[in-house]
Structure formats: structure tokens, C-alpha cells
């Protein structure tokens, strides 16, 4: 006899594979479409998006959960029922607090603000974008009204992209990192010349660069039978099922950070999509539980893997190898150190590992007054200079190098922006209780081996999919709430090294 | 005020929209997709496929076509109201015929058959496949009854691929083909030495095949800013609108043709996409009309233009200049009467352009005996051997290279082969219309240039889309009905030059 929890993941799947091919409409559009099939495809994402929304916000849906829930009240915390309940519940509740007239107007904004921003942005003119990002800072408000909150409205917008977390623990959070973060990297600055990195500013071969990023993903444990490297200008990853999760990323001909490390970067996000549990699939936890966790595991891969002494003692001389006219004159250390440059800069994208949280934190502060009405949209571009200042000593020369640089403002999606830092600091908290439960991890990963580490990632973190809240997870994986400090003993170990201090 | 016309096309837009959802899922799973994302791959296509009959199919769909139909009573046959609800009556009409229990079986079977093909022709063992063929003849035999027919069940299945034509029609012109193409493949035997296929059996470096086929493509009028350029194992064409229509083909090192020919097949294919009118935009009406109608566009390409002399002397050069070592000591005339070399062979895709046809009477010949019980399927490798010998002069030496080499008897699609003999039909029909009407057309085919050819294309067959049927079409454009005379005065004309006849 089919149980009512049976009949609800029926409908699911139906929901699921729904968006599925929509996540493959959107992968192909960055990836092989050509530009002027978009008027079509942004009707078929369209349709293909409301067709999942329609589907899940029925009363019919609402009463089949329940009555699923009322079924499965004995099944424990822990098991897959409950935590698709859970996880349904929530998400049904949600969306049906989106009325189809904000979503209509929502979508219309975004789908105008985004080409004045390119516009904005290529002529370095704010007043270009300044009155669609006013109609996007007045849909966030609305938005958080819609959703709801107890304390404060960025929490509703927070609660998106990093479930259950409020906008107080990341100040909090946030504060502490930088009053840690600022004297390292003015002790940095003042010892600057200690590194060059002038290895990586070569002209490199594309051919060979798309061999070794293929080569080191595949060393960290991405699977390329259930995987495949795109090129786009963007890099990201998505997956279509734990056995087709893909990574993409970009060649540039006379810089390898930028192959490199978005490659391991995307890696680190599908590896986490290939390591939920096969009992998940078809559902909506078959996924990364959070933006932020999510980034945990990319920034994982691409930092503490990545820009790790003993992955470059693995993997540089095949790098030599391919690249010897521009590399066996460096030693293994001279590229150590030069993928490691800390340099405060204009663009997030591009920021070092220590400073890409200021970049953050700049955001996650001028979001919140934005939201609150502290900051009018026309003062945004001072406000952002003089943030600037504060956190990393210096001052875009233009609005495209400042507060037009990033895309995400084209959207309502306040919110998103402290979940890239919290990737940083999950990350670290994580490889530290890694390291203390399994010793073998560090010095494997003194040889450039991550085999017991992924494991160890499978174990605790991957195969749960989104069963747990990112607070539930990191406690249960940790044994306490995110904080700073996992990340602060890393970068000040790591770079005091690096720089002598 | 919106008309009932009006209300019907905004439904009609959400069931395309998920049919070019589910065929990029189809495109993907050729071209990126890793092995291990099948399962999941197949439950998506599944599950969209399952959406757009289900929502097409609804008592409330064919109430909104009958009211639409009524209301436009009076708009011209030509007109795109007036012909996308032929489209639509008989379409729906169609598929409300097969019910849910025929499309559960059908697709079981073939789910099981494929791999079971797989495996016979892989051990060249009939047997392993001869039960899962029987019950393919059994649902097409049941097929025939859902949709009905008045002569011959036949008549039924071809209905499908090629709208209105019938088999007794097919046979005529099929028999006149034996009758006047057996002789000449007879002369051209005798007289075999003629042609020598040396020059395009070598080593071919392939990142110059790929320049190379993406500048023929592109210089026959395949637009790359609506396209793109993919790798398979088997080549195909495909369209998410007129501004993405999409080619593939594959690359040997050692041998030219399949990824010249197949590129400038698959880019016929698309060019005839590409080409329907943009008020077609988002309807069933935007893509070619039949299998028939559409092959032979691609045979156009491929045959009339791709295996012309003028066609090789316009680009021979460029070829030449990418593969000196092998091409320097070959003229262009020896280059020609390579790519032209008329050899019975045992594999249908292998086969030349005058041979090709008989592959396809022999499937289309054995597909209506087995239909109508004339043939059991236990005797059928005996058959395939003795038609073989009757119209290409040879015998396989096994089944594998026989009547086990085409993957499409594992589903109920008998029909479907006749449509590329069809193809080469029409194609000479259509070019010696196109050159009766234009001569400029000739002259500059002698120089290679296919611009006057492809506006006349676009002009009478293109833009239509599926507006009329093929047998319309054909007698529209070229003002009688299909028969094998064209065909026939262009192969003799051609291969009696190639071989001194």
C-alpha cells in the first residue's frame, strides 16, 4: 500500500525533474547556446519555471504534506522522511508567500536592471543604474514583508540563501573577523615585497592549461564519469542528479590563477553534489543544504587544498612539465608563494584569500543599510569608497572598479553576498575538526593527498544533502556554532609563514 | 479582446516550450552528458514527455481547437491561423488515438529491446534479439489499429513521418527507382576502376577537420550565430527555435567523408530550421514539415552541393592548404571523383549516394511483410540476405553487418526508413524546379556558390514551416506530384560522367 509520504515524493520527483531541466536550460545558455537563441530561451526557462511553481503551490500539495507529516510524526529527526518534511514544510510555506504579483513584477525589474547595469557598468555612470537599483532595494523590503521576521528585515532575506541564520550571529561573526583580519593585512602589506607573483603573469598555453585543470580536479576526487568541464565567462557548477554534476571555468592566455583555481573552486561545489547520499535522489535535499556550505566546500578545494605547500609539491612539476620555458626557472616555493599574494584590491573576484572577506563584509554592511533606509541609493557609491578605505586601505579610482562591479544588485537577492565569507569560515572550522578526529588528513595533505579528507567531507558533510539546516550541520559536525576563529588560526599560521611575519 | 485563436496559441506555447526542453535534455545527453547521468537523465525526459501529452491531450484542449476552428472558418488555407489548426486537429486527433496502457508497453519495450540490440549486434547473434523485434511487430501491428487506416496498415505508421502519403504511392515510385537504378549501378560496376577513393582514405589531423567543416558549413549558409557545432558518435541535427538550430557530426583520423558529409547533411537540416518564418516562433508550424521533406534538405546539402564539382572547386584549395602532405598530389578532379565513388556495401549509413536507396527499399519492403505476417521474424536474417543479393548484388557476411545494423527496430517505428530514400527524391525534384525557375542557381553552383539556391530554398520550401503537407508541398513548389523521374536524370546524368558510361 502506497503511503501518503510515497504519494507526496510522486509529485515531488514530477516538481523536481521539472527543474532539472530547467537548471540544464540555464547551464547550456552559459555554455554552448548561442546569444541569439535567448529570446527563446528565456521564454522556455519561463515556462518551464512557473510550471514547477504552479505545481507546488497547491492546496492540494499544502494538504498532501500535512497529512505526509501527520503520517510520519514517529519517524526520527535524522531520517530522510523527516527531513524532507521538514525541508517541504518549510519550502511550501514560503512559497506561498510569494504573490504571483510580486513575482511578475520581480521578474520584470530584474529583466530591465540588468542590461542598465552592464550599460552602467561599461560607462562607469551610476546614475545609469541608480534608479533601477532603488526599485530593487524597494522589492527587497517588500520581499522581507512577504516572508516575515522577528528582529530584522534582512533576516527574511538572509533566511534564503542560509536557512535559520540570523543577520545579528553574522555581524557578530563578521566584526570579530575583521578587527582580526585588519592588523594582519596592514602587517602584510608592510612586508609586501616578500612576494611575487610574477609565475603565474605568463603567457600560458590554453591546450595545456584545460590538461592540468582536468588533471588536479580529477587528483581532488572529482569524478569525471559523473562530471564534465565547460568553458564560460562566469565560471559556476550545477548538477542535474549526483551523477551529472558539472564544473566550468575560463582560460585566460597569460594568467593561471584564474583556470586554476576557478577550477578547484567549481570542483569543491560538485564534489558535494556528487557526495549525496543516493537515497536522496529525485528530491529536493539531493543538494548542497546552503549557499554557505556550499561555498565551505568550493573555498575547501580551491584555499586550503588549492593554495596548500603540499598540493604544489604533488602537482607542480607536471605543471613544469607542461610549462617549462615559463616555469623551471621558479622553484616550488617561488609558485607557493606567488598563488598566495595577498594584495589589497578594487575587485572582489579577484581578491587573495585573506582579503575577500573585507570585500564581503562591505556588502553585507551596505545591504542592510540600504534596506533599513540608513543609506539613500544616490549616497551609495561615497558610502562604498569610504568602506573601501576602512577595510582594505584603498580607493576604486571609478564606480565600475566600486560599487557597480557586481551583477548581483540587477536582482532582489539581498542576502546572497555574506554567504560567499561564511564559505570561508565554514571551511576552515571544518578542516580543523577534520584534522583533530583524523591526524592521517593533514599529513596526507602535507603530500598533496585529499583521498582521506573527501572522505571524511562524504562522511560528515556531502552525503546529508540539505537533511540539516547549515546550523544544525556545522554543530553536528563541529560540536559548536560557526565562529571566526577556525579561520583566523588558519590565515595567521598560513600567511605569518608566507610573509614572516 | 483576445480570440479563442489567440487563448489556444498561449497554451500551445507552454506544451512547446517543454517539448524543446525535453529535446535539449535529448541534445545533451549526446553531446555532454556523462554516462552515469542516464538514469536520471531518462526519468527527466520521462517525466516532460509525460507533461506535454498530458496537457495536450485534455477534453478542454479539443473543446478550445474546435471553437478556435470555428471561429477562424474564414481565414485563407495559406494562412498561418488556418494552417496551424490543421496542424493541431489532426495532431490531437493523433494522439488522443494511443492510450496511456499502448505508451507505457511501447516505451517498456523498447526501454528493453535497445539494449538487447546492443548486445545481438555486438555478438552478430540474431537469436538474443529475434523475441524482443517480435513484440516490436506486434505493437506496431497494434499501432496500425490505434490510428486506423483504410488500405493498408502501412499506411498507418508512414502517416506519422510522412502526413498523407501513402504506401502504395511509395511503392510505385520505389519500383521505377529498382528499375532504373539497377542498371546503372550494374554499368558502374563494370566499369569500377574509374574511380579511385584513395585521396580521402589517409590521416587527417582533426582540429583541422573541424576548421575546415566549420568553414564549409558556414560558406554553404549555415548560420553559426543561430548554431553551433557539437561531437557525437551519431550525427543529428536539432532546433530550440529558429535562432538555435544546432548540427553535430563526428571525426575519423583516418577518413574524410563522415565528418565533411555529415556536417554538411546536419547543416541542412538545420539551415531548413533556421529558415521557417519567425511568426512561427513558439508553435508546433516551426520545423520542417516531414522526415521526408526534411532529408531532403540535408541530402541537398550533403549530395547535390557537398558532392558537386563546383562545390570542390571552390573549396578544394582551402583543403588542400590544411592537408598538403596528403592532398598536394591529388587534383581536384581526382578529389571529386573520390568523394563520388559508387560502391555496394553492406551498412546503409556507409553507403554512396546512388546505393543509398536501396538500403531503404529493402527496410521498407521487409517492414510491410513483416506487418502484414507475409515474414516471421525468425526469417528474417534469410530475407535481408536474399534482398541483399537482388538489389545490391552482395551478402553480409554476418547479421551484425545485416539485419541487425539499425537501431531502429527496437522501437515500433516501422515508417520511419522510407523517408530517406524519400529525402533524395525530393531533393532532385526540388533542385531541378529551383534551376528551372532560376538559372543563376546552376551558374553559380558551378562556382560553388549556394546563395541563390538557399534564398530559393527559403523562399518556397523553408519559411512554411510545417504549414502544408509534404505532398502539398511538393506539388506547390514544384507543380506535380513526387515521382522518381528528377532523381533519376541526376544520378544518370552524374555517375555516366564520373564513369565514362
Given at each position: 500500500?502506497?503511503?501518503?509520504?510515497?504519494?507526496?515524493?510522486?509529485?515531488?520527483?514530477?516538481?523536481?525533474?521539472?527543474?532539472?531541466?530547467?537548471?540544464?536550460?540555464?547551464?547550456?545558455?552559459?555554455?554552448?547556446?548561442?546569444?541569439?537563441?535567448?529570446?527563446?530561451?528565456?521564454?522556455?526557462?519561463?515556462?518551464?519555471?512557473?510550471?514547477?511553481?504552479?505545481?507546488?503551490?497547491?492546496?492540494?500539495?499544502?494538504?498532501?504534506?500535512?497529512?505526509?507529516?501527520?503520517?510520519?510524526?514517529?519517524?526520527?529527526?535524522?531520517?530522510?522522511?523527516?527531513?524532507?518534511?521538514?525541508?517541504?514544510?518549510?519550502?511550501?510555506?514560503?512559497?506561498?508567500?510569494?504573490?504571483?504579483?510580486?513575482?511578475?513584477?520581480?521578474?520584470?525589474?530584474?529583466?530591465?536592471?540588468?542590461?542598465?547595469?552592464?550599460?552602467?557598468?561599461?560607462?562607469?555612470?551610476?546614475?545609469?543604474?541608480?534608479?533601477?537599483?532603488?526599485?530593487?532595494?524597494?522589492?527587497?523590503?517588500?520581499?522581507?514583508?512577504?516572508?516575515?521576521?522577528?528582529?530584522?528585515?534582512?533576516?527574511?532575506?538572509?533566511?534564503?540563501?542560509?536557512?535559520?541564520?540570523?543577520?545579528?550571529?553574522?555581524?557578530?561573526?563578521?566584526?570579530?573577523?575583521?578587527?582580526?583580519?585588519?592588523?594582519?593585512?596592514?602587517?602584510?602589506?608592510?612586508?609586501?615585497?616578500?612576494v611575487?607573483d610574477?609565475?603565474?603573469?605568463?603567457?600560458?598555453?590554453?591546450?595545456?592549461?584545460?590538461?592540468?585543470?582536468?588533471?588536479?580536479?580529477?587528483?581532488?576526487?572529482?569524478?569525471?564519469?559523473?562530471?564534465?568541464?565547460?568553458?564560460?565567462?562566469?565560471?559556476?557548477?550545477?548538477?542535474?542528479?549526483?551523477?551529472?554534476?558539472?564544473?566550468?571555468?575560463?582560460?585566460?592566455?597569460?594568467?593561471?590563477?584564474?583556470?586554476?583555481?576557478?577550477?578547484?573552486?567549481?570542483?569543491?561545489?560538485?564534489?558535494?553534489?556528487?557526495?549525496?547520499?543516493?537515497?536522496?535522489?529525485?528530491?529536493?535535499?539531493?543538494?548542497?543544504?546552503?549557499?554557505?556550505?556550499?561555498?565551505?566546500?568550493?573555498?575547501?578545494?580551491?584555499n586550503?587544498?588549492?593554495r596548500s605547500r603540499?598540493?604544489?609539491?604533488?602537482?607542480?612539476?607536471?605543471?613544469?612539465?607542461?610549462?617549462?620555458?615559463?616555469?623551471?626557472?621558479?622553484?616550488?616555493?617561488?609558485?607557493y608563494r606567488a598563488v598566495n599574494k595577498v594584495?589589497?584590491?578594487?575587485?572582489?573576484?579577484?581578491?587573495d584569500e585573506l582579503?575577500?572577506?573585507?570585500?564581503?563584509?562591505?556588502?553585507?554592511?551596505?545591504?542592510?543599510?540600504?534596506?533599513?533606509?540608513?543609506?539613500?541609493?544616490?549616497?551609495?557609491?561615497?558610502?562604498?569608497?569610504?568602506?573601501?578605505?576602512?577595510?582594505?586601505?584603498?580607493?576604486?579610482?571609478?564606480?565600475?572598479?566600486?560599487?557597480?562591479?557586481?551583477?548581483?544588485?540587477?536582482?532582489?537577492?539581498?542576502?546572497?553576498?555574506?554567504?560567499?565569507?561564511?564559505?570561508?569560515?565554514?571551511?576552515?572550522?571544518?578542516?580543523?575538526?577534520?584534522?583533530?578526529?583524523?591526524?592521517?588528513?593533514?599529513?596526507?595533505?602535507?603530500?598533496?593527498?585529499?583521498?582521506?579528507?573527501?572522505?571524511?567531507?562524504?562522511?560528515?558533510?556531502?552525503?546529508?544533502?540539505?537533511?540539516?539546516?547549515?546550523?544544525?550541520?556545522?554543530?553536528?559536525?563541529?560540536?559548536?556554532?560557526?565562529?571566526?576563529?577556525?579561520?583566523?588560526?588558519?590565515?595567521?599560521?598560513k600567511f605569518?609563514?608566507i610573509y614572516?611575519?
Amino acid at each position: 500500500m502506497t503511503t501518503k509520504f510515497e504519494a507526496l515524493l510522486e509529485k515531488i520527483y514530477t516538481i523536481h525533474d521539472l527543474e532539472k531541466a530547467l537548471m540544464l536550460l540555464s547551464w547550456d545558455r552559459e555554455t554552448n547556446m548561442p546569444p541569439k537563441g535567448d529570446t527563446a530561451r528565456i521564454d522556455q526557462m519561463t515556462t518551464l519555471r512557473r510550471l514547477a511553481h504552479e505545481m507546488f503551490v497547491t492546496d492540494e500539495m499544502g494538504e498532501l504534506i500535512a497529512t505526509a507529516v501527520a503520517e510520519q510524526a514517529n519517524a526520527p529527526y535524522d531520517s530522510n522522511e523527516a527531513s524532507q518534511l521538514r525541508y517541504l514544510q518549510r519550502h511550501y510555506a514560503d512559497q506561498r508567500k510569494l504573490t504571483p504579483d510580486y513575482v511578475k513584477r520581480s521578474s520584470e525589474v530584474s529583466g530591465q536592471a540588468r542590461p542598465a547595469w552592464v550599460q552602467a557598468r561599461a560607462e562607469s555612470n551610476f546614475a545609469l543604474f541608480q534608479p533601477w537599483l532603488e526599485q530593487v532595494v524597494e522589492l527587497c523590503q517588500e520581499l522581507a514583508e512577504l516572508y516575515g521576521y522577528e528582529d530584522d528585515p534582512y533576516d527574511a532575506l538572509l533566511d534564503k540563501y542560509e536557512p535559520n541564520m540570523k543577520t545579528a550571529e553574522v555581524r557578530a561573526i563578521f566584526d570579530a573577523v575583521k578587527k582580526e583580519s585588519i592588523p594582519l593585512r596592514q602587517a602584510i602589506a608592510a612586508n609586501a615585497d616578500a612576494v611575487d607573483d610574477a609565475p603565474v603573469h605568463q603567457p600560458f598555453a590554453i591546450d595545456q592549461q584545460k590538461q592540468f585543470v582536468r588533471a588536479i580536479t580529477a587528483a581532488i576526487g572529482y569524478d569525471y564519469d559523473r562530471g564534465h568541464l565547460g568553458t564560460v565567462v562566469h565560471p559556476f557548477a550545477t548538477s542535474f542528479t549526483r551523477d551529472d554534476a558539472r564544473i566550468t571555468t575560463r582560460w585566460y592566455p597569460d594568467f593561471l590563477n584564474p583556470a586554476l583555481f576557478g577550477g578547484l573552486h567549481e570542483a569543491g561545489h560538485a564534489m558535494y553534489e556528487q557526495g549525496t547520499h543516493p537515497d536522496l535522489y529525485r528530491t529536493p535535499l539531493a543538494r548542497g543544504t546552503s549557499l554557505g556550505i556550499h561555498e565551505s566546500q568550493s573555498r575547501m578545494m580551491e584555499n586550503i587544498v588549492g593554495r596548500s605547500r603540499g598540493f604544489w609539491e604533488a602537482h607542480y612539476p607536471s605543471l613544469q612539465a607542461l610549462f617549462p620555458e615559463q616555469l623551471n626557472r621558479y622553484r616550488v616555493e617561488d609558485f607557493y608563494r606567488a598563488v598566495n599574494k595577498v594584495q589589497p584590491s578594487f575587485i572582489r573576484v579577484e581578491a587573495d584569500e585573506l582579503t575577500y572577506n573585507f570585500h564581503i563584509i562591505l556588502r553585507f554592511e551596505l545591504e542592510q543599510a540600504l534596506l533599513n533606509g540608513d543609506l539613500a541609493v544616490k549616497d551609495l557609491p561615497t558610502a562604498w569608497n569610504d568602506k573601501m578605505q576602512e577595510l582594505l586601505g584603498v580607493t576604486p579610482p571609478n564606480d565600475a572598479q566600486g560599487c557597480l562591479q557586481d551583477v548581483h544588485w540587477s536582482r532582489p537577492g539581498f542576502g546572497y553576498f555574506p554567504t560567499y565569507a561564511l564559505g570561508n569560515l565554514y571551511a576552515a572550522q571544518f578542516y580543523e575538526t577534520a584534522v583533530a578526529q583524523n591526524p592521517t588528513i593533514a599529513t596526507a595533505m602535507a603530500q598533496g593527498q585529499t583521498t582521506a579528507l573527501v572522505a571524511w567531507l562524504r562522511e560528515n558533510i556531502h552525503q546529508h544533502g540539505r537533511k540539516f539546516t547549515p546550523g544544525e550541520l556545522v554543530q553536528r559536525v563541529t560540536g559548536q556554532p560557526l565562529s571566526h576563529h577556525a579561520f583566523v588560526r588558519y590565515v595567521t599560521a598560513k600567511f605569518s609563514d608566507i610573509y614572516r611575519l
